[in-house]
C-alpha cells in the first residue's frame, strides 16, 4: 500500500462543495474534491481522516484474505446463480409490488460493483447476481428495499418506514452484507481474472 503522506492518494475534481473520501477494495485512497481546492487543503483532510483510513484498509485485507481462502467463484457458480436470479427475483419482486400495490418495469439481473441492487425512475429494477450467494433473507431485503422505491423515490424517513413495514429484518439483513458484501465481490472479481487468463 501507498503510504497516505506520500501523498498516496487519487484526486477526482468535480462541481462538488465539500471534500470526500473513500477506501476503495484494493485499499487505495480516492478524494473526491471541489475543482479548484488546494493541494495543501486536500493533504490537510487526508491526513486528519487517517484514523478512518487505515481502520478501512485493514478491513480490506482481511476482506480479501478471507476471499482469497475461500477462492475465486467457478463458472458452475456462475451458471448457478444465472439459475436461481431468472427464477427466483422475478417471483420476489412480483410479492413486494403486490404487497405494495405498485407495477414494476423490467427486471435486469447484471453483477454490479458498488449496487446490490437499483431502481431507475421508470421502474425498471436492476439486481445484483452476487444476491444468489447471501441467505435468503439478505436477498429479498435488497429486493424489498429496491421494490418500495417504486413508491417512495428518496431515501427519507417515509421510505424507511415503508421498507421496515414489509421487511422488519432489514437492518440486520443489511449488516450481513455490509460484512460479506465485499468478500463476494472479491471472489467474483478472482473468477473474472480466471477467466481472462485461461
Known amino acids: 500500500m501507498t503510504p497516505i503522506d506520500k501523498p498516496g492518494y487519487i484526486v477526482i ?12 477494495k484494493n485499499g487505495d485512497v480516492v478524494v473526491r474534491a471541489p475543482i479548484f481546492a488546494s493541494s495543501a487543503r486536500i493533504d490537510s483532510f487526508v491526513k486528519a481522516n487517517e484514523a478512518f483510513i487505515e481502520k478501512y484498509r485493514k478491513k480490506t485485507d482481511e476482506e480479501n484474505s478471507r476471499a482469497d481462502s475461500l477462492g475465486a467463484y467457478t ?25 405494495l400495490g405498485v407495477k414494476t418495469g423490467k427486471i435486469t439481473v447484471r453483477r454490479q460493483t458498488t449496487r446490490w441492487g437499483s431502481c431507475s425512475a421508470s421502474g425498471n429494477i436492476s439486481l445484483n447476481i452476487l444476491l444468489c450467494d447471501c441467505p435468503e433473507n439478505v436477498m429479498m431485503s435488497v429486493i424489498a428495499h429496491e421494490v ?50 485461461a
Open 13 to 24: 475534481r468535480s462541481r462538488r462543495r465539500t471534500l470526500s473520501l473513500l477506501v476503495d
Open 75 to 99: 463458472k458452475d457458480d456462475i451458471k448457478r446463480f444465472k439459475e436461481t436470479a431468472l427464477k427466483v427475483f422475478p417471483e420476489a419482486v412480483r410479492h413486494y409490488a403486490d404487497l
Open 148 to 197: 418500495c422505491h417504486l413508491k417512495v423515490k428518496n431515501h427519507g424517513k417515509s421510505f424507511y418506514e415503508l421498507l421496515y413495514k414489509v421487511f422488519p429484518g432489514y437492518n440486520e439483513a443489511r449488516a450481513w452484507l455490509n460484512k460479506n458484501g465485499n468478500i463476494l465481490q472479491r471472489r467474483y472479481d478472482l473468477y473474472l481474472a480466471n477467466v481472462k487468463n
